[in-house]
């Protein structure tokens, strides 16, 4: 474990080095992140290069908490999001840093209202042991910081009030009549943003101010997780709608019904006019349903129910039904049976049957499809009521087909060559 103390005064020892943008070197030149980096790589403690990334790094700290070693952000380029610089904590409200070309590392005070205004977080990093701030052990108070310290007591930080008009005038009135905290949590819920916000928008509102790198990181999770539920219900988003989706979840506490519906809107075919996922299985689940009902379906009508399923708005049982429904409507003689659960496909069956021996055709050629099994199952008698052609006048159909004639007279050739053979061979008259 890396004292914290011995942070601070190996930073010490870089005073009036001068600026020098990217600069890596405690010696002949170094920007701010680079002072941070190269005094902790000198202990082990290897930090990314830029401040953004550094902010990321370690647990967040509050500034009446700070220690010597701990890191503190600022964000001086409004123009910007997020910090820009960083220094090093050395005790008593002060801290180091390399500020700007034409200066050397310095040490300025956390109490200066430029830095105060512009204050972003405290970072501690793994491994650093928090040695209480010198100041404090000899009862000397630390420069005192009215508006973070009341901002920490209200439970929000001070670069959260920054970032809200609102608030910031509230939390400034607040400094100017030394409100109690009671005080200033009413004139908070009673504030537009409490009214607009709900409670887990708030929190992130919060989150993404005081702590970034805890935000980044349920963001992240967040963005990996809403990939890997597209992936399931085979939706396609793009990156912006993934972040759109992570944010939901995080921001607004979407639960799995909402997400679901987000999903479902995005559903679309990919590649060979397929879709993966949830949605994959049900396009085929339907496609199944519609053959084994005779219904014909349309790739657009599969999209649409596919969707559907995905987001909720419908389910399996009432597609079915629903294709049922058609199929009791295109074979009206067998309604009574398709709506009690039999398929069109089994109804047919002695049809197919019929159909294949006569013509010498494999079952699986023929279905409730085929021209001449549609025709007998969807016939209406003298009267013009459904009734399906009975198997004798359908076989009777089927011998009419020419395609039974040739199929006969083939056979009657080949029993002909044969007799022709048992005759040479002296086993036939």
């Known amino acids: 474990m890396t004292s914290g103390d011995d942070i601070a005064n190996l930073a010490r020892q870089s005073l009036g080095v001068q ?18 980096q190269q005094v902790y790589a000198h202990f082990g403690i290897q930090l990314p290069r830029v401040t953004y990334n550094q902010i990321q790094v370690g647990a967040s700290v509050q500034p009446d908490k700070l220690r010597p070693g701990d890191l503190v952000f600022f964000d ?3 123009s910007k999001n997020g910090p820009d610089h960083v220094g090093i904590y050395l005790g008593g409200g002060k801290f180091i840093h390399a500020p700007r070309p034409g200066e050397g590392v310095k040490i300025s005070s956390l109490s200066d209202s430029y830095y105060m205004n512009r204050w972003m977080g405290g970072r501690r990093i793994s491994g650093v042991s928090a040695t209480p701030d010198p100041a404090a052990l000899a009862g000397d108070a ?6 973070h310290e009341l901002a920490e007591t209200y439970g929000m930080s001070y670069s959260f009030f920054k970032s809200q008009p609102e608030l910031k005038k509230l939390l400034d009135g607040a400094v100017a ?10 004139e908070i819920k009673n504030s537009n943003w409490w009214k607009k916000n709900s409670d887990t928008v708030r929190q992130m509102q919060v989150l993404q101010k005081t702590d970034p790198a805890t935000y980044k990181a349920q963001m992240e999770a967040a963005s990996v997780a809403a990939k890997q539920m597209a992936a399931k219900s085979g939706a396609i988003l793009s990156d912006k709608n993934v972040q759109q989706l992570a944010k939901n979840m995080v921001w607004y506490g979407w639960g799995d019904e909402q997400v679901s519906n987000f999903l479902g809107q995005y559903v679309k075919f990919g590649a060979n006019q397929t879709l993966g996922g949830m ?6 689940a339907i496609k199944n349903e519609a053959y084994k009902n005779g219904v014909a379906v349309t790739e657009q009508s599969v999209l649409n129910n596919a969707q559907y399923l995905v987001r909720g708005l419908t389910s399996m ?9 058609q199929s009791a409507g295109l ?10 659960g039999a398929s069109i496909q089994d109804l047919a069956q002695p049809y197919v049957q019929v159909v294949a021996q006569e013509l010498g055709l494999p079952e699986t ?12 199952l969807t016939r209406t008698n003298a009267q013009g009521q459904p009734e399906a052609m009975n198997l004798d006048a359908f076989t009777q159909l089927i011998r009419n087909d020419p395609a039974w004639r040739k199929q006969t007279s083939t056979a009657d050739k080949t029993m002909n060559i044969g007799r022709q053979v048992l005759q040479q061979m002296g086993l036939a008259t």
Request: charged share 20%.
């Open 331 to 340: 074979y009206p003689a067998f309604a009574e049976q398709i709506k009690a």
């Open 365 to 376: 050629d023929v279905n409730a499809y085929s021209a001449k099994v549609k025709q007998a």
């Open 76 to 78: 001086t380029d409004s």
């Open 279 to 284: 949605a994959g299985q049900a396009a085929q």
């Open 142 to 147: 630390a420069p005192r910081l009215d508006s």
């Open 19 to 36: 600026y020098v943008w990217g600069g890596n070197s405690l010696s002949s030149g170094v920007d701010c992140s680079g002072l941070v």
């Open 177 to 186: 009549g030394q409100w109690t905290p009671d005080k200033f949590q009413a």
């Open 317 to 325: 049982e009432k597609i079915q039904s629903n294709l049922r429904e």
